[in-house]
């Protein structure tokens, strides 16, 4: 009976789930989609109440992988042209039937609490439309480290650790001409109020030689990018053997062999990652200037010298004094004025 009762409970509870679109926008990522499959496959929420949307513009489309799976919905679209990725997570929006979109990226391992964290957080939530992790945890493979990025901001957090509301797309869209850090326009500048996710539970960046930034620039200014070691090891993210093998020594292996998809074949990422730079490197040396104007007036002010403290209280108590003085004359001057106001209109009046 107890059995039962459980069964019919458990069946209800399925029942009221959510429908999930999961969303994976790729190009050139032959290498990692075996890994990428057994990601979507180990997830706990039921496969049943999901669907798996996928839109590749590579030059090696990747179709002939996603064919034999037949465990989840999966809605393949190809396009010819290259896309931007603003417009190809844009277009993936209009293919969701699902109430909450999930996005699961091509090259970084996901738990396989993803989804259901996702969507348990956002029902537990309701005000919420969307939910992410602002704190991630970046794997490098040539120093066999875990570092770790942010928290960056309240309401900050990088588009694949995205899950959200499709209501959410009533109010908000990406810049079809964004090819990278597309998540500052379609989070009003990371003003609409996000949810933050358990890093854990959410994802773990994996660094490689086709990243479109290099990951490793990083490391180089810790402090800018609030970098430091991670207190997690790989095994606390990827308890799979398997998994924890491709993830950490197998996808380096074949990408290293996959010319496909390096970085200098997406040139309009590059583009764009370069005028950021630009535009990086001018508000320092803008903030650099203004710090040694600013040291430049400091280091010619003249310190008055006291002989005793009482000198120097008598010195400062002075020019309070006067401070006060100055007010005082202005507040009599601005009675006056009030005065005079209150004349003219009383005549004007009459």
Same mark, same amino acid.
């Given at each position: 009976?107890?059995?039962?009762?459980?069964?019919?409970?458990?069946?209800?509870?399925?029942?009221?789930?959510?429908?999930?679109?999961?969303?994976?926008?790729?190009?050139?990522?032959?290498?990692?989609?075996?890994?990428?499959?057994?990601?979507?496959?180990?997830?706990?929420?039921?496969?049943?109440?999901?669907?798996?949307?996928?839109?590749?513009d590579?030059?090696?489309?990747?179709?002939?992988?996603?064919?034999?799976?037949?465990?989840?919905q999966?809605?393949?679209?190809?396009?010819?042209?290259?896309?931007?990725?603003?417009?190809?997570?844009?277009?993936?929006?209009?293919?969701?039937?699902?109430?909450?979109?999930?996005?699961?990226?091509?090259?970084?391992?996901?738990?396989?609490?993803?989804?259901s964290h996702?969507?348990e957080?956002?029902?537990n939530?309701?005000?919420?439309?969307?939910?992410?992790?602002?704190?991630?945890?970046?794997?490098?493979?040539?120093?066999?480290?875990?570092?770790?990025?942010?928290?960056?901001?309240?309401?900050?957090?990088?588009?694949?650790?995205?899950?959200?509301?499709?209501?959410?797309?009533?109010?908000?869209r990406? %810049?079809?001409?964004?090819a /990278?850090? &597309?998540?500052? +326009?379609?989070?009003?500048?990371?003003?609409?109020p $996000?949810l933050? !996710?358990?890093?854990?539970?959410?994802?773990m960046?994996?660094?490689?030689s086709?990243?479109?930034?290099?990951?490793?620039?990083?490391?180089?200014?810790?402090?800018?990018?609030k970098?430091?070691?991670?207190?997690?090891?790989?095994?606390?993210?990827i308890?799979?053997?398997?998994?924890?093998?491709?993830?950490?020594?197998?996808?380096?292996?074949?990408?290293?062999?996959?010319?496909?998809?390096?970085?200098?074949?997406?040139?309009?990422?590059?583009?764009?990652?370069?005028?950021?730079?630009? %535009?990086?490197?001018?508000? /320092?040396? &803008?903030?650099? +200037?203004?710090?040694?104007?600013?040291?430049?007036? $400091?280091?010619? !002010?003249?310190?008055?010298?006291?002989?005793?403290?009482?000198?120097?209280?008598?010195?400062?108590?002075?020019?309070?004094?006067?401070?006060?003085?100055?007010?005082?004359?202005?507040?009599?001057?601005?009675?006056?004025?009030?005065?005079?106001?209150?004349?003219?209109?009383?005549?004007?009046?009459?």
């Amino acid at each position: 009976m107890n059995n039962l009762i459980m069964t019919n409970t458990q069946s209800k509870h399925k029942l009221e789930l959510p429908f999930v679109s999961i969303c994976t926008p790729t190009f050139n990522r032959r290498p990692f989609f075996s890994s990428l499959i057994k990601c979507i496959e180990h997830q706990l929420y039921p496969k049943d109440k999901m669907e798996w949307i996928i839109v590749d513009d590579g030059t090696d489309p990747i179709k002939d992988l996603i064919t034999p799976v037949d465990w989840i919905q999966v809605k393949y679209v190809y396009h010819k042209t290259r896309l931007l990725l603003g417009q190809k997570r844009n277009i993936m929006h209009s293919q969701c039937k699902g109430d909450i979109i999930v996005y699961i990226d091509d090259d970084d391992y996901y738990p396989r609490e993803r989804v259901s964290h996702a969507v348990e957080m956002l029902m537990n939530h309701p005000t919420y439309l969307i939910a992410g992790s602002s704190e991630m945890h970046i794997y490098y493979h040539d120093l066999d480290k875990l570092y770790q990025c942010g928290p960056y901001g309240k309401y900050h957090a990088t588009a694949a650790t995205f899950a959200f509301r499709t209501e959410l797309l009533q109010n908000t869209r990406y %810049n079809d001409e964004t090819a /990278l850090a &597309e998540e500052t +326009k379609f989070l009003k500048n990371y003003s609409i109020p $996000l949810l933050q !996710l358990d890093t854990l539970k959410t994802i773990m960046v994996v660094a490689h030689s086709h990243n479109s930034f290099d990951k490793k620039k990083l490391l180089e200014t810790p402090l800018e990018f609030k970098v430091t070691p991670s207190k997690f090891k790989v095994q606390d993210f990827i308890q799979n053997d398997q998994l924890r093998e491709m993830y950490t020594k197998d996808i380096h292996v074949l990408i290293d062999a996959y010319s496909l998809g390096r970085p200098e074949n997406k040139p309009e990422v590059l583009r764009q990652i370069k005028e950021i730079q630009t %535009n990086r490197d001018k508000r /320092l040396l &803008e903030h650099s +200037k203004k710090i040694q104007q600013e040291t430049q007036r $400091l280091n010619t !002010l003249k310190i008055p010298q006291f002989n005793s403290m009482e000198q120097m209280k008598q010195h400062y108590e002075k020019i309070i004094s006067d401070k006060e003085k100055i007010i005082s004359d202005k507040s009599c001057l601005i009675n006056e004025l009030l005065k005079k106001i209150k004349y003219l209109n009383e005549n004007t009046s009459k």
